[in-house]
């Protein structure tokens, strides 16, 4: 497994749709465990493939980072299929770090998809889960969580990113 470099929200590829995934070879298997082991190393919750630069439909979430036991979830081409009551919190993204903000999400949401031996799957998720989820699943339709905010919100967010960005280059 290798850490890949996450892309940060400049990056073109982070704005454009991704393609669904039609057959589950055998790069798909290593492109997920480098995914897994990237999300890690960043200490994230999630993580989308076009984060690591591959426009496919495919995510990655654990937030077992919480109390130490690892439970990623992989699912290829995920699709919400129900889902109810919103909630307001807290979200960062890896491909924008250091910048955080209020958003909107459900409270509950079915997703289903594959897994990478092909079977379907179908999960119930709540809470923050759910919310990984639904950010994980905005990155495939080229969406970034600051597109949920009004243009002041997010210009005043996209300034203090690039500061931020400038002062890593330093
Ligand atoms: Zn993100």
Redesign the pocket.
Known sequence: MSVLTIRNCLDPVLRKKCDLIENIEESLVTLTDDMIETMYNATGVGL?AN?VGISSRLIVVDLGFKDEQHNPITIINPVVTASEEEMIGQEG???IPEVYADIKRFQRVEVKGVDLNGKDVRLEVEGFLARAFQ??MD?LEGKL?WDMLGKVKRDMLKRKFKKMLKEMQE
């Open positions: 989308a984060q993204c890896l491909s950010h994980e990155h969580f």
